[in-house]
């Protein structure tokens, strides 16, 4: 059985930064694509970044481009974000994915969530 644990989260100011972990386990993990999402209140759940199974290719949502970096340590079955200049409008909660095969084909895992608030 697969688990996301989702850990890091937390109040910074605006401007600040935030590193968020997901440690997987259930099944190999460097055999698949990852990828975080958020959610804010009252909207829908959001991409955020996507890392391929071995971490040589990925890819942002928008909103973050430039600001937040995905990575992954295949060693440690774990996958981090780097938020870097949070805004207000990046406080969310977090939400980790696996992919169903090593590109980004469709997700099949979901973890818990991690809440991130950063206030102005």
């Known amino acids: 059985q697969v688990q996301l644990i989702e850990s890091g989260g937390g109040l910074v100011q605006a401007g600040g930064s935030l590193r968020l972990s997901c440690a997987a386990t259930?099944?190999?993990?460097?055999?698949?694509?990852m990828a975080w999402f958020r959610q804010a209140p009252g909207k829908e759940r959001e991409f955020v970044a996507a890392i391929n199974w071995i971490g040589s290719n990925s890819y942002y949502g928008a909103s973050v481009k430039d600001r937040f970096t995905i990575s992954r340590d295949n060693a440690r079955n774990t996958m981090y974000l780097q938020m870097n200049s949070l805004k207000p409008e990046d406080t969310a909660v977090y939400y980790c994915?696996?992919?169903?095969?090593?590109?980004?084909?469709?997700?099949?895992?979901w973890g818990q969530g991690t809440q991130v608030t950063v206030s102005s």
């Open positions: 994915a696996q992919y169903n095969a090593e590109y980004y084909t469709a997700i099949e895992y």
């Open positions: 259930g099944r190999t993990f460097s055999d698949y694509a």
